[in-house]
């Protein structure tokens, strides 16, 4: 099975800040990863598809780049409500995996 | 837009079978273009894929559980269910019904990204 390492696994950012995000893959996946965000006690939410398309209703100062092995996701000038893990997944071949996801908390 | 509803009992002994159901409602689960699955979590290894399943009835497990689970299609209660039997405390999990997308290409269907997930339930097993 691929395996997915993101780092870190947790940051600490403050409101207006920039953090990227990165996801490993294991073996090439090309761009056939996905973003999602997941706030406390609440079920995942697509963020970002095929490694840098935003999904719809996701606000813009969301963006994801990569191919291959390496991803990143970004989110400019973090807002209250992006305060949340985010996990990393890839669709290339089965078994699908995630990453083990990073905590953006409060600085 | 479409909705998902997971089901099922939420304490779970040791051995038994754990059951689960998903309603898909605002929607059709009869799509071309998509996949039905079933995911979990767990503080200790994070979220995981479980199996997914097309409304023809194919489907797709995963290797660390296929020998334990079954994923079958209700067309006609527009639904699809889980079960997973010998279930242990490793079994304890949020689990998540989703709708992945089903993407054709050269080798074949493809699923990929969730775009749809249920609020999940959380099952413990216990005696």
């Known amino acids: 099975a691929i395996q997915l390492t993101q780092s870190p696994s947790s940051l600490s950012a403050s409101v207006g800040d920039s953090v990227t995000i990165t996801c490993r893959a294991s073996?090439?996946?090309?761009?056939?990863l996905a973003w999602y965000q997941q706030r406390p006690g609440k079920r995942p939410e697509l963020l970002i598809y095929?490694?840098?398309s935003v999904a719809s209703g996701v606000p813009s100062r969301f963006s994801g780049s990569g191919s291959g092995t390496d991803f990143t996701l970004t989110i400019h000038s973090l807002q209250p409500e992006d305060f949340a893990t985010y996990y990393c997944?890839?669709?290339?071949?089965?078994?699908?995996?995630f990453g083990g996801g990073t905590k953006v908390e409060i600085k | 837009q479409l909705q998902l509803q997971e089901s099922g009992p939420g304490l779970v002994k040791p051995s038994e079978t754990l059951s689960l159901t998903c309603a898909v409602s605002?929607?059709?689960?009869?799509?071309?273009?998509?996949?039905w699955a079933w995911l979990r979590q767990t503080p200790g290894k994070g979220l995981e894929w479980i199996a997914s399943?097309?409304?023809?009835?194919?489907?797709y497990y995963s290797p660390s559980l296929q020998s334990r689970i079954t994923v079958s299609v209700d067309t006609s209660k527009n639904q699809f269910s889980l079960t997973l039997t010998s279930v242990t405390a490793a079994d304890t999990a949020f689990y998540y019904c989703?709708?992945?997308?089903?993407?054709?290409?050269?080798?074949?269907?493809?699923?990929?990204?969730?775009?749809?997930w249920g609020h999940g339930t959380l099952v413990t097993v216990s005696s």
């Open positions: 989703a709708r992945g997308l089903r993407v054709v290409v050269s080798r074949g269907p493809k699923n990929t990204w969730f775009d749809t």
């Open positions: 605002s929607g059709s689960i009869r799509s071309n273009n998509h996949y």
């Open positions: 073996q090439g996946v090309t761009s056939d």
């Open positions: 997944q890839h669709f290339n071949s089965f078994p699908l995996t």
């Open positions: 399943t097309y409304y023809t009835g194919s489907t």
């Open positions: 095929e490694a840098s």
